[in-house]
């Protein structure tokens, strides 16, 4: 239950697609006829999901359009990779009065190489291709999480992928998806990664369940070679039958030191671009200098200087890069969050680390991502006061 999923309720809802919380869980049932032109855009323009409503549509309608995608204020994001995908498919894209014009002559793509290995443009060509029965190859997708959630979500609704977990998925789709499912998305690894931060910053004894460790095996070793001290449990499988997951015991550390060489993401394997920002407030504790290069993004790591206003020592070496040395010592200040969900997270987690009170304001850009944090936070021992008008 968080900001940017009631976002994309909202957008669903406007257009007709009748849903309902059921405890944790979501009831969405999809009316025969979708009314496009009732699109709440002002919710769509709040969330950079609506961009994956370009690859279902396409098998529905000739012709027609969304908002421009919203999200992280994190500089110029590129939507050129998922035209260039699903023009494979016969579909032109025009960017004209901050909407996506969409016409459609719908096509057998054959192999789609993708542009950027892109996490939504390989969920978007994935979801174009499971409208087409003939087979499309797509080369060159990300293996990330998110993306074989969406590949066995399909498979379950019939859709026949193969490579699932590879740089190289075949799919066979189905002409038309009428089928009753109950799907179960694994945990958000994510989520897993701000708690281990929040426990080495903080220098803190938790137990952070239900982590998915494919997905945090690289970040764990660069974090064991800092000197940091965990314990994993066994695998487990996620409520998905498919994703394994572990328990993770971090210990309490005496002493952390910094990696020689730089902390940089990289499209899975590597470390995941969202897991980055979580190294910094780590960084600030740790004996020495650390280079992080966040290449990914514009903006981002200009973000992270924010840490600054708490008493850390970060320096901007340009707008990709940031030296940050350590330890240092925090303390309290008064900040108003970035408008991005990472990076206002690690201003969080440096506050929840920092001596004296803080307060962070304007916390919209956590809640897109992160449900009822505060709380969440106070039952591990954390004092946080949410003040709604701030």
């Given at each position: 239950k968080?900001?940017?999923?009631?976002?994309?309720?909202?957008?669903?809802?406007?257009i007709?697609?009748k849903?309902r919380?059921?405890?944790?869980d979501?009831?969405?049932?999809?009316?025969?006829k979708l009314?496009?032109?009732?699109?709440d855009?002002?919710?769509?323009?709040?969330?950079?999901?609506?961009?994956?409503?370009?690859?279902?549509?396409?098998?529905?309608?000739?012709?027609?359009?969304?908002?421009?995608?919203g999200?992280?204020k994190?500089?110029?994001?590129?939507?050129?990779?998922?035209?260039?995908?699903?023009?494979?498919f016969?579909?032109d894209?025009?960017?004209?009065?901050?909407?996506?014009?969409?016409?459609?002559?719908?096509?057998d793509?054959?192999?789609?190489?993708?542009?950027?290995?892109?996490?939504?443009?390989s969920?978007?060509?994935l979801?174009?291709?499971?409208?087409?029965?003939?087979?499309t190859?797509?080369?060159?997708?990300?293996?990330?999480?998110?993306?074989?959630e969406?590949?066995?979500?399909?498979?379950?609704?019939?859709?026949?992928?193969?490579?699932?977990?590879?740089?190289?998925m075949k799919?066979?789709?189905?002409?038309?998806?009428?089928?009753n499912i109950?799907?179960?998305?694994?945990?958000d690894?994510i989520?897993?990664m701000?708690?281990?931060?929040l426990?080495?910053?903080?220098?803190s004894?938790i137990?952070i369940?239900?982590c998915?460790?494919d997905?945090?095996?690289?970040?764990?070793?660069?974090?064991?070679?800092?000197?940091?001290?965990?314990?994993?449990?066994?695998?487990?499988?996620?409520?998905?039958?498919v994703?394994?997951?572990v328990?993770?015991?971090?210990?309490?550390?005496?002493?952390l030191?910094?990696?020689?060489?730089?902390?940089?993401?990289?499209?899975?394997?590597?470390?995941?671009?969202?897991?980055?920002?979580?190294?910094?407030?780590?960084?600030?504790?740790?004996?020495?200098?650390?280079?992080?290069?966040?290449?990914?993004?514009?903006n981002?790591?200009i973000?992270?200087t924010?840490?600054?206003?708490?008493?850390?020592?970060?320096?901007?070496?340009?707008?990709?890069?940031?030296y940050?040395?350590?330890?240092?010592?925090?303390?309290?200040a008064?900040?108003?969050?970035?408008?991005?969900l990472r990076?206002?997270?690690i201003?969080?987690?440096?506050?929840?680390?920092?001596k004296?009170?803080?307060?962070?304001?304007?916390?919209?850009?956590?809640?897109?991502g992160?449900?009822?944090?505060?709380?969440?936070?106070?039952?591990?021992?954390?004092?946080?006061?949410?003040?709604?008008?701030?």
């Amino acid at each position: 239950k968080i900001e940017e999923v009631f976002r994309i309720i909202e957008v669903l809802e406007s257009i007709g697609v009748k849903i309902r919380w059921i405890g944790k869980d979501l009831e969405i049932k999809r009316p025969s006829k979708l009314k496009l032109d009732s699109m709440d855009k002002e919710a769509a323009k709040r969330t950079r999901s609506v961009l994956m409503f370009l690859g279902p549509l396409i098998h529905e309608y000739k012709t027609f359009k969304i908002p421009y995608a919203g999200g992280c204020k994190l500089g110029t994001r590129t939507v050129q990779p998922h035209l260039f995908a699903l023009e494979k498919f016969g579909v032109d894209i025009v960017a004209k009065n901050k909407h996506y014009n969409v016409s459609v002559k719908i096509k057998d793509a054959g192999e789609v190489v993708l542009y950027e290995a892109g996490d939504t443009v390989s969920e978007n060509a994935l979801m174009a291709a499971a409208g087409r029965p003939k087979e499309t190859i797509i080369d060159m997708a990300t293996s990330n999480y998110m993306v074989r959630e969406v590949a066995h979500y399909l498979q379950a609704l019939g859709v026949k992928v193969e490579g699932v977990g590879s740089h190289t998925m075949k799919v066979k789709g189905v002409k038309s998806i009428n089928k009753n499912i109950t799907y179960a998305p694994s945990e958000d690894p994510i989520e897993s990664m701000m708690f281990i931060s929040l426990a080495v910053t903080t220098n803190s004894a938790i137990t952070i369940k239900r982590c998915p460790i494919d997905f945090l095996k690289l970040e764990l070793l660069k974090l064991e070679k800092m000197c940091v001290k965990f314990d994993i449990s066994k695998k487990y499988k996620a409520d998905n039958g498919v994703t394994d997951l572990v328990d993770i015991k971090m210990h309490k550390h005496e002493g952390l030191v910094s990696l020689e060489d730089k902390i940089h993401p990289m499209p899975y394997p590597g470390i995941n671009i969202d897991n980055l920002p979580f190294f910094v407030p780590i960084a600030t504790q740790a004996k020495g200098r650390t280079l992080i290069h966040d290449w990914v993004y514009d903006n981002r790591a200009i973000y992270f200087t924010e840490l600054n206003k708490l008493g850390a020592s970060i320096t901007l070496a340009d707008p990709h890069r940031v030296y940050v040395d350590g330890p240092t010592k925090l303390s309290g200040a008064d900040i108003v969050s970035p408008d991005a969900l990472r990076p206002a997270v690690i201003v969080l987690i440096g506050m929840l680390a920092a001596k004296g009170r803080s307060t962070l304001r304007n916390v919209y850009s956590i809640n897109r991502g992160y449900e009822d944090l505060a709380n969440r936070l106070n039952k591990l021992g954390a004092k946080i006061t949410v003040i709604r008008d701030l």
